[in-house]
């Protein structure tokens, strides 16, 4: 087997205490992601909100963590 780049890891949360999650909220941050090189790891449910892991090889510059998304 290769050797791979190890992964970092990103997570993002979708939805509030009052709101839950919306389906173009979610399609507009796996967009955006997917343009950064990120790729869908997982998704966990947690209450209302939506917890989106991303993932993709460490060495690919890593975005500023300030940014949100979808931009």
Sequence with gaps: MADR????YRV???????RG??????????NQAAGEGWEL???AA???RLWVVLRRE???RSRD???SWPQ
């Design 12 to 18: 993002e949360t979708l939805g509030s205490i009052w």
């Design 41 to 43: 790891s997982e998704i």
């Design 58 to 60: 460490a060495e690919r």
């Design 21 to 30: 999650s919306r389906p173009q909220d979610l399609e507009g941050i796996l």
């Design 5 to 8: 780049a190890p992964w970092e």
């Design 46 to 48: 947690h209450g209302n």
């Design 65 to 67: 963590r300030s940014a």
